[in-house]
């Protein structure tokens, strides 16, 4: 059965950092192109990274560029997202998700692009 967990999530200070993690199991990342998203209360869910198959492209939501970081390590299949300079209005669950891809080096952050999700992990940012 395809999954994907998703950890990491926590209270943290502004400008302060974290770093999720997106375990899949059930089948091979490397196949996948996979994306971060988030959904704070009472907004729409927003795309906020993406790698594609490969690693060779990745993208960023205007609002975390220069912040966030996303990387992908096939061997251990697993995603991360590291977060660096959190800022209150960052904070949302964020959820991976991933869908199978013969294409490399392209992703897009539209979440009906992706077929499998993760459960999300709670990120807050306040003082």
């Known amino acids: 059965q395809l999954q994907l967990v998703e950890s990491g999530g926590g209270l943290v200070q502004p400008g302060g950092s974290l770093r999720l993690s997106c375990v899949a199991s059930?089948?091979?990342?490397?196949?996948?192109?996979i994306g971060w998203f988030r959904q704070a209360p009472g907004k729409e869910r927003e795309g906020v990274s993406c790698i594609s198959r490969g690693s060779g492209r990745t993208n960023y939501a205007d609002s975390v560029k220069g912040r966030f970081t996303i990387s992908r390590d096939n061997a251990k299949n697993t995603v991360y997202l590291q977060m660096n300079g959190l800022k209150p209005e960052d904070t949302a669950v964020y959820y991976c998700a991933a869908v199978l891809t013969p294409v490399q080096n392209t992703c897009i952050m539209t979440s009906s692009f992706y077929t499998s999700w993760g459960q999300g992990t709670q990120v807050t940012v306040s003082s």
């Open positions: 059930g089948f091979t990342l490397d196949y996948y192109r």
